[in-house]
């Protein structure tokens, strides 16, 4: 499953209910070096600040220990690219759900 990053939004936030767990995610741009970081909430408890959104890298997984979905993958399917800036990030970079999730 993708889940969609609208970056002509940003910062934006939005939810995404994985398993029973209604997860708020911010999306940040940062202009000047050219990255996207997210932010992870549940409630009005703030999980993780301004975790960089890598290519080929899982988010939040240096977290794994806090319970919370560590494998979004961040990747070209084409193979093509190899970095997620603004370029990229929503035309050819998705963040991929790849785990077994009951997701509404």
Do not use: W
Request: some cysteine; charged content about 25%; overall charge negative.
């Amino acid at each position: 499953m993708i889940i969609d990053i609208n970056k002509a939004l940003c910062p934006y936030q939005f939810d995404i209910q994985l398993d029973g767990t209604t997860y708020t995610m911010e999306i940040r741009y940062n202009n000047e070096f050219d990255y996207f970081t997210v932010d992870l909430s549940v409630g009005e408890e703030t999980i993780i600040n301004g975790e960089k959104i890598l290519y080929g890298k899982e988010l939040f997984s240096s977290h794994k220990h806090l319970n919370v979905p560590s494998d979004i993958v961040v990747f070209d399917a084409s193979d093509e690219q190899t970095r997620a800036g603004y370029e990229q990030l929503g035309e050819t970079v998705f963040l991929y759900l790849m785990g077994e999730y009951n997701v509404i």
